[in-house]
């Protein structure tokens, strides 16, 4: 038999965390604690004293371990909201929850461990001290949290702790996010000069020239794969007026999300946030027929969106992005068949980077245009299409778009983090608010469906999440520097220019470095930016017209003709190996 639930043994935690706090803060005044993803917080108001800092968790901890053997049970009552009261006379914050609980008529408890009451809805472990290892949880930070998110209310002081179910657990969790701050983009992004931000414009990364280098390669990439698979790419305009979006349906649903600007003639435009209303514009531009069906229309267009300045993460979330974007008008008949034709598109791509994925089905929001019955068939159809792809696949109950279910792509990375990245949705919706129209076989005119999908999705944000998953030791095919020269004195210094003419002739990226310092560190400063191909030139080098090379990722290899390594190397970025 399974032991507790471990979201109901960190729930436990935050409110042993709270009888603790309040032992050596006795003004305190406690307001909520909650069970969260790794393990829990607890929000306190410490206005009327002092309140801990990072130093202090230490003995906060230490408390909670003295603690937890004299938490046998944690048993819950049923209260009515005046004793309610009276328990929490003087915290404003419990008082305000009390309210909210009674005016939805909903039933008041109160939780007991030891000497510790808290009002609560449930979900802990009914023996603490049996249930909780000792060594499972340690407290990890202090941090400010604005009372309910927001921030016209009282700035509180939060307490976060992380919980597993061992201590082993909770040791291989730290590892990993210890691993992950060492592989943080937006450290390394700075590191190896791929991409800068400035105050000038927030959310809005400025690439460099290495970035852009890495950015290229992937559109340039993606662009063949889907050359080769019938995409014809276009591009349009950045600024639309909002009547385009009232067509769309995206006034109603989106336009607080988007940039806008109102001209000198009063005239409302929207930043563009989103291609799909002007593919709908390219593809009713002329008249379209069966025989043009699947039209597979592609795109790589800057997009804008209005995150609040509080949610912006390096390239994780942004203002300003670019899709791998593609919108295909198919008939109702043809839809299997080009889920099937994405599906293979979404392996050539996630195997090229060495990354699993799952796939998400998102089901009809509680927003949402258009009949309930077509949403009741698109669902079913992709349902039917998920389960004969094979891949793993769950369903999360409305979290489709507003016209339309989707399929979200789940990557995992190489520490395991799984990441939201592409998507394929299925759109009635959109072609027929703006009367698309094709000619059938037989004469008739009947309206396509539109399949929304992009793979990478959000360029910046795979760009963060590729820097993160290598470390910054890209394969040789991304790495904006793929071999760096090393003469080994002044006197090789000619013929590693030699040599890399060469490889720029062989459209190989490479530098030298002839700087007047040692061989030993010019391999150091190139192996920290992680470059996957040295090539060193010394007397014997230089007399035999041979080069020795040091790979990043298999260490020495033998000593070679320029010829053979270009050749080998060349191999390797045709393959993208």
Known sequence: MSGPDITAKRHTLAHLLAAVVLEKYPQAKPTIGPAIDDGFYYDFDFSGG??????????????????????????????????????????????????????????ITLYTAGEFIDLCRGGHVEN???????????????????????????????I??????????????KARREEARVRDHKVLGQKYELFMFHHTAPGMPYWLPKGVILYNELIHFWRKEHQKRGYQEIASPLLNKKELYITSGHYEHYWPDMFTVKTSEDEEYGVKAMNCPNAMIVFGSKTRSYRDLPLRLSDTDTLHRNELSGTLNGLLRVREFR??????????????????????????FYSIFGMS?????????EKFMGEIETWNKAEEALKQILTESGKEYFVLEGDGAFYGPKVDILMKDVLGREWQMGTIQLDFQQPARFKLEYATADGTQKTPVAIHRVIYGSMERFIGILIEHYGGAFPLWLSPV?????PVS????????EVLNELKTANIRADVDDANESLGKKIRNAKQEK???????????????????????????????????????????????
Request: charged share 35%; net charge negative.
């Open 50 to 107: 002092e309140k801990p800092t990072e130093k202090e968790l230490l003995k906060l901890e230490s408390g909670m371990r003295k603690l937890l053997p004299y938490w046998k049970e944690m048993t819950g009552e049923k209260t009515s909201p005046e004793e309610t009261q009276k328990q929490f006379a003087g915290n404003p914050f419990k008082l305000e929850l009390i309210e909210e609980i009674s005016k939805k008529g909903e039933q």
């Open 128 to 158: 603490p001290a049996k249930d909780i290892a000792p060594d499972s949880f340690t407290l990890d930070s202090v941090a400010g949290a604005y009372w309910r998110g927001d921030e016209k209310n009282p700035m509180l002081t939060r």
């Open 160 to 173: 976060y702790g992380l919980a597993f179910d061992t201590k082993e657990e909770l040791d291989a969790y």
């Open 323 to 348: 899709q791998d974007d593609a919108h295909i008008f198919v008939t109702e008949e043809g839809i299997g068949a080009e889920y099937k034709r994405i599906f293979e598109i979404v392996e050539r």
């Open 357 to 365: 994925y799952t796939f998400r089905l998102g089901t009809r929001p």
């Open 482 to 486: 793929q071999v760096r020269v090393l």
């Open 490 to 497: 002044e006197k090789h210094s000619v013929y590693a220019n």
């Open 531 to 577: 470059i996957p191909y040295l090539i060193v030139v010394g007397d014997k080098e230089v007399e035999a017209k041979t080069v020795s090379v040091d790979s990043r990722d298999a260490g020495k290899l033998d000593t070679t003709s320029l010829s053979d390594f270009i050749a080998r190397a060349a191999e390797e970025i045709k393959n993208r190996s």
